[in-house]
T-cell receptor
Framework: GQQLNQSPQSMFIQEGEDVSMNCTSS?????WLWYKQDPGEGPVLLIA?????ELTSNGRLTAQFGITRKDSFLNISASIPSDVGIYFC??????????????FGQGTTLQVKP | KAGVTQTPRYLIKTRGQQVTLSCSPI?????VSWYQQTPGQGLQFLFE???????NKGNFPGRFSGRQFSNSRSEMNVSTLELGDSALYLC???????????FGQGTRLTVV
């Protein structure tokens, strides 16, 4: 169905390490978005992807829209303490009945040890 | 340019009461969508409005309703509040369909 499986659920890494997380689904998505959420705040958009195979960077962040349109990954290079937070993938499912609707993954909690 | 603004930030209500939450989208954005975030269920889609019309609705009971005004501002209403309605309610705006969705800070609703 229209579920997104995000992994890993949590990560505890050393400052300076690279991080990778991904989302998969059995359904096709038209758009993939990656967000970061700090406690008590709304999600902040990091990267938006619109085409299968698209690879986009935003500073130390890189994300890709899977070629099958059923998955996406986010990489963070050279992590720093302020990268701490919860990262969510979100996608707009394919199909006319899904206009304006985002499905969210369960989130990846990232902790960075200085 | 100003981001998405949600009011109020915090709200405490009693079971059985009703509540109205407000969302002002980014200027020029015509799509407004609402999400409920809880620790157990994560972020769940409530509904989406575009040019004052509800285009899509999630799997929530009829107690949850919304509307959008001609200036794109939106409100959502929850009637007959239940304890399980306690959550962070998030509003997101986007210019058009299938474009970046930007979120507000949310309204933290606590039902006692």
């Amino acid at each position: 169905g229209q579920q997104l499986n995000q992994s890993p659920q949590s990560m505890f890494i050393q400052e300076g390490e690279d991080v990778s997380m991904n989302c998969t689904s059995s359904s096709i998505f038209n758009t993939w978005l990656w967000y970061k959420q700090d406690p008590g705040e709304g999600p902040v958009l990091l990267i938006a992807l619109y085409k299968a195979g698209e690879l986009t960077s935003n500073g130390r962040l890189t994300a890709q829209f899977g070629i099958t349109r059923k998955d996406s990954f986010l990489n963070i290079s050279a992590s720093i303490p302020s990268d701490v937070g919860i990262y969510f993938c979100a996608g707009e499912p394919n199909g006319s009945g899904n206009t304006g609707k985002l499905i969210f993954g369960q989130g990846t909690t990232l902790q960075v040890k200085p | 340019k100003a981001g998405v603004t949600q009011t109020p930030r915090y709200l405490i209500k009693t079971r059985g009461q009703q509540v109205t939450l407000s969302c002002s989208p980014i200027s020029g954005h015509r799509s407004v969508s609402w999400y409920q975030q809880t620790p157990g269920q994560g972020l769940q889609f409530l509904f989406e409005y575009f040019s004052e019309t509800q285009r899509n609705k999630g799997n929530f009971p009829g107690r949850f309703s919304g509307r959008q005004f001609s200036n794109s501002r939106s409100e959502m209403n929850v009637s007959t509040l239940e304890l399980g309605d306690s959550a962070l309610y998030l509003c997101a705006s986007s210019r058009e369909t299938n474009t970046e969705a930007f979120f507000g800070q949310g309204t933290r609703l606590t039902v006692v």
